[in-house]
């Protein structure tokens, strides 16, 4: 059984920074497509950053440039690292994860998906 745990999420002031942790078992971190998502109120669950098992990685352009995917194939966690963190950015995130190669992973078509955690940015 696949299950994804989301932490690191909080409250911020603009400007600064978070790093969100996706904790994976069952799931090899280092396999498939795994990505980002968030949702604000009343929005649509947006996709702001993958990467694919080759390391590449695609950010949305409301991200680019902020924000950083990476894993640790060892800790077998997928991470995001949100620096200048703005009001807008203020949503639920979510990992995401799919054995497909992200080639195949279109828009919001993963298999797996963890809780979420909390983001806040104050101005």
């Known amino acids: 059984q696949v299950q994804l745990v989301e932490s690191g999420g909080g409250s911020v002031q603009a400007g600064g920074s978070l790093r969100l942790s996706c904790a994976a078992s069952?799931?090899?971190?280092?396999?498939?497509?795994m990505g980002w998502f968030r949702q604000a109120p009343g929005k649509e669950r947006e996709r702001i950053a993958v990467m694919y098992t080759s390391g590449t990685t695609l950010y949305a352009d409301s991200v680019k440039g902020r924000f950083t995917i990476s894993r640790d194939n060892a800790k077998n966690t997928l991470y995001l690292q949100m620096n200048g963190l703005k009001p807008e950015d203020t949503a639920m995130y979510y990992c995401?994860?799919?054995?497909?190669?992200?080639?195949?992973?279109?828009?919001?078509?993963?298999?797996?998906w963890g809780q979420g955690t909390q983001v806040t940015v104050s101005s």
């Open positions: 995401a994860a799919d054995r497909r190669s992200c080639v195949l992973v279109r828009g919001r078509m993963f298999t797996y």
């Open positions: 069952g799931y090899s971190a280092s396999s498939g497509c």
